[in-house]
């Protein structure tokens, strides 16, 4: 298995950037792509970003698009989400998870790994 440690969150205003960080360990060499889901309060968790390992797919959800970067660091077996130009409707909690088998990277169901998930709030 892969076990995900996220790290970074907190409170920013709006028009703020905020990092967020995601340390994998364990299995690393099984994962086939990374990404983030968020939870708001009373709301189901949705799709933020995900990316292939390899790089060579990338989806974000429309709601970040143009805002939010997803990047990695090799060496580090670390990926990171920064989130720039945030909006009090981007305050949820974030997780990161892996997918080890190619699947639908906009579902969550296609990843098996999940990180303890990190609340950012986003002031107006």
């Known amino acids: 298995q892969v076990q995900l440690v996220e790290s970074g969150g907190g409170l920013v205003q709006a028009g703020g950037s905020l990092r967020h960080s995601c340390a994998t360990s364990g299995r690393t060499f099984t994962m086939y792509a990374m990404g983030w889901f968020i939870q708001a309060t009373g709301k189901e968790r949705e799709f933020v970003v995900a990316?292939?390992?390899?790089?060579?797919?990338?989806h974000y959800g429309d709601s970040v698009k143009g805002r939010f970067t997803i990047s990695k660091d090799n060496a580090k077996n670390t990926v990171y989400l920064q989130m720039n130009s945030l909006k009090p409707e981007d305050t949820a909690v974030y997780y990161c998870?892996?997918?080890?088998?190619?699947?639908?990277?906009?579902?969550?169901?296609?990843?098996?790994?999940w990180g303890q998930g990190t609340q950012f709030t986003v002031s107006s």
């Open positions: 990316s292939t390992w390899s790089g060579g797919i990338t």
């Open positions: 998870a892996v997918q080890t088998h190619p699947g639908f990277l906009r579902d969550s169901r296609s990843f098996g790994s």
